[in-house]
């Protein structure tokens, strides 16, 4: 219960505040529907009458020039209404996340394959497909650029480098007593949601007279920015269009830009022909034609003193950009900024380079960079270890930051409440990495074929969006007269729980039933101008504004009751559905109606900006992030060095989450964050063969984790009574991204167990994801190094 004479929960009295909703394990809202199929997504909705089907042509080169296309074979098919290309957009062929000059269509100059060339429409999703690929087109090729190293020699980039820097790195490493270099190569990662990108675009009764308006139904995390980029390609002011997202089938960060794409697409054949139309990848199409996590090369040095304490750092990051900036920028931004993790670096140089390449451009995915960033650092504590023949756990210890080493970043934010050494030591303690660190090397010394491997990682990652302007949302919220509630925010539901989260929360603040809060669809009618539903801020931005615009509704209900009563407002409780003055007390919703006859609103649309964060993009230094979660992971692998395969027999996780708003959707994040990061670093691999084509375009030659990946022993914990010292919502911390970091965990695992191989003297090279081919690459390596010395 949270009454007007109490305070807002802090991290002092959050125990004695009481609460009834907020910190109970409630099912996700849609959870009934997902398990019995009935959860309507975009393609199961009804179509209206006279609905078409659109499907793209696509580039079949990786690198060439448009000189003609005939279409002539494909309109000439039963049901084939037209075709439509940048000659046919009205408005502005650009559909750019942030820097201009990225088309919807190509205009001749054909960089990557599966470049969108032109969109064709027919009467069903079938006969658009196979007009498809009945057009002919008339391409010169072009020698493709494909490797982000060879790129880098050319210098050919989408965006100018970037820089964190602090100290002198140089200098530091030169004098350091200890001097350390390596290469690391990490691969990309496909969404693979299990709903493909889709958009059903309705024009308006009058369309496209007077009063014309355009609905488009998008699989986004970015409603406003759909709205915004379909105005701009039709020529319409944003007032015309609205987009309406209500689920969708997985996101990821990959429907954070690139569902634009595909929703304009749809909007420009509804606006062409004045039809409803509706537009969905087969998985082949959306592997090929939209982008995925970046893959990196990172070349570094480093210098330490005989402790192994980091004295000064270097790193150089190389990003596949593919052929255009898209969210190539900030994902590099937050790799630079987390290429510290949990370790104070005096003297850091950390730059990065968006490598322009003839493959499609990368986007966000869950992370952002991130995951990149702290890869790279624990690749570098784990060789440094292994060099000076220390314990890792050790070497991560002295390099924490803490008091005897420092608390600033390299980009200058300041590390506050640290729960590092909390987090770290706890899970050791709780995973018995002592008594499991002796087993595993007897089971070594008598195992030559099978190997086993355990690994800890620490995790700190910031929360924010990188550009300052994002980190603000709204909410809308509505109480009836006979007290039944209607949410509405920015943030959308992509099967992370967020709807029910906010709900929970607006429930909180009335002290109402959660079912008496009705849940709505996403609508940019309701409330505009949001920021995408991504860099983890879900639930504190729209979880925040919810709890703005309830409270404003609640504390003028109070006031109405407490004339009603004729005492003071410090004296009205709202409990269990009811209002209580002392003695006497009447229903929710009995006094909703009183508010309403008092002539009182009871409707409020409240704005949320994340408070603290500044952050200035040429020097790359300021405070970009509001707080830093922290978490752990322990890892158990067994390697068959004759074969390479590899399996995850065990897994421990710590999470911190502040004070959690909803544990039982918490502890789903964090396993599925932390299976979907072990993908990555094991078995996810994208593959281009010379010619640019991807090879690796379905889930026959992608492979993600199964249920047979997770491991036998999974043993995952949120970090008890550590409520967030900043004002979040009800002193909460995010969740979505932050645990996929510790699915890193099972990579160094895998390092262990080759290392294993040569009694731990040296320190293996190996590259991400750990395949069977690159686990067995790195045995060879290092049992030729072992040869040699």
């Not at 020039?65 to 279409?71: F, N, P, V, Y």
């Not at 506050?416 to 030591?425: K, S, W, Y």
Request: with cysteine; hydrophobic share 40%.
């Amino acid at each position: 219960m949270i009454a007007l004479n109490q305070p807002f929960p802090t991290p002092d009295n959050i125990e004695k505040v009481e609460r009834s909703i907020i910190g109970h394990g409630v099912a996700h809202d849609s959870a009934s529907r997902h398990v019995v199929g009935s959860a309507t997504y975009i393609d199961d909705m009804p179509e209206l009458p006279d609905t078409l089907h659109a499907a793209f042509i696509l580039s079949p080169v990786a690198h060439g020039r448009l000189k003609g296309m005939d279409a002539s074979e494909a309109l000439a098919q039963a049901g084939v209404v037209g075709i439509w290309g940048v000659h046919d957009i009205s408005g502005i062929n650009d559909v750019s996340p942030g820097l201009p000059g990225e088309p919807l269509f190509a205009e001749e100059l054909l960089d990557h394959q599966g470049r969108a060339i032109a969109v064709i429409a027919a009467i069903s999703f079938e006969a658009a497909y196979k007009a498809a690929k009945l057009v002919k087109l008339d391409i010169e090729e072009l020698p493709p650029v494909l490797d982000v190293e060879e790129a880098h020699r050319q210098k050919s980039y989408v965006i100018p480098q970037q820089v964190v820097q602090q100290g002198d790195a140089k200098t530091a490493i030169a004098n350091a007593e200890h001097q350390f270099s390596g290469r690391l190569s990490m691969g990309g990662q496909d969404h693979f949601y299990l709903e493909t990108h889709i958009a059903y675009a309705i024009p308006g009764e009058n369309w496209p007279h007077e009063n014309g308006d355009m609905l488009v139904h998008s699989s986004t995390q970015h409603p406003s920015e759909v709205q915004h980029h379909v105005a701009h390609v039709l020529g319409l002011h944003a007032h015309a269009v609205e987009c309406q997202v209500r689920r969708m089938g997985g996101g990821f960060g990959g429907k954070e830009s690139q569902a634009t794409i595909i929703a304009c697409a749809a909007a420009l054949v509804a606006a062409k022909t004045g039809r409803p139309c509706k537009m969905r990848l087969k998985r082949r199409d959306d592997m090929i034609a939209t982008g995925k996590r970046h893959d990196f090369v990172v070349h570094w040095q480093a210098g330490t003193d005989s402790r192994g304490r980091i004295k000064g750092l270097d790193i150089e990051f190389l990003a596949r950009a593919g052929n255009l900036p898209d969210l190539t920028g900030p994902v590099i931004a937050r790799a630079l900024t987390h290429a510290d993790n949990s370790y104070f670096i005096e003297h850091a140089h950390f730059i990065g380079h968006a490598c322009k390449t003839n493959t499609v451009s990368n986007t966000a995915f869950r992370g952002f960079g991130g995951p990149q960033g702290i890869i790279a650092i624990e690749a570098i504590v784990d060789t440094i270890a292994r060099e000076l023949r220390l314990d890792p756990n050790q070497l991560r210890a002295i390099n924490y930051y803490g008091d005897e080493t420092g608390d600033e970043t390299p980009y200058g934010q300041k590390v506050e409440d640290n729960r590092l050494v909390q987090v770290t030591e706890t899970l050791l303690n709780s995973s018995e990495w002592q008594k499991r660190r002796v087993e595993i090397d007897a089971y070594n010394a008598t195992n030559p074929l099978i190997r086993r491997g355990l690994a800890m990682m620490p995790v700190k990652f910031g929360i924010s969006f990188n550009l300052t302007a994002l980190n603000q949302a709204g909410a809308l919220v509505h109480v009836y007269q006979d007290g039944s509630v209607f949410l509405n925010h920015g943030g959308t539901e992509m099967g992370q729980g967020l709807f029910v989260k906010v709900a929970q929360v607006v429930a909180e603040v009335f002290q109402i039933d959660l079912d008496m809060v009705r849940i709505s669809a996403t609508a940019t009618g309701k409330v505009p101008n949001t920021s995408a539903t991504a860099a983890s801020t879900g639930s504190d931005l729209n979880g925040m504004a919810a709890f703005k615009a309830a409270t404003a509704i609640k504390t003028r209900m109070t006031k109405v009751a407490a004339e009603h009563y004729s005492t003071e407002e410090s004296e009205i409780i709202f409990r269990g559905n009811r209002v209580y003055a002392g003695n006497e007390s009447m229903s929710f919703g009995e006094l909703a109606k009183l508010t309403w006859f008092k002539r009182v609103q009871l409707s409020e649309a409240a704005h949320y900006a994340t408070p603290k964060i500044h952050w200035d993009g040429k020097t790359m230094r300021g405070r970009p992030f509001f707080y830093f979660t922290y978490g752990a992971a322990v890892a158990e692998v067994a390697v068959d060095t004759l074969t390479g395969e590899t399996r995850c027999l065990r897994a421990d996780l710590l999470q911190d989450v502040g004070f959690p708003l909803n544990p039982a959707i918490d502890l789903g994040q964090i396993e599925g964050a932390f299976v979907q990061g072990m993908g990555w670093v094991t078995c996810e691999e994208l593959w281009w063969d010379k010619a640019g084509r991807l090879c690796t375009a379905g889930p026959s030659t992608y492979k993600i984790p199964g249920s047979r990946d997770v491991p036998e022993i999974f043993n995952v914990r949120i970090l008890e009574n550590a409520p967030n010292r900043e004002e979040t919502v009800f002193r909460s911390k995010a969740i979505g991204e932050p645990p996929l970091m510790l699915g890193i965990s099972v990579w160094l695992a895998i390092r262990d167990a080759i290392a294993s191989i040569a009694d731990h003297q040296f320190s293996p090279e190996l590259d991400a994801p750990a395949t069977p081919e690159t686990v067995l690459k790195s045995i060879m390596k290092l049992r030729h190094r072992q040869k040699q010395e």
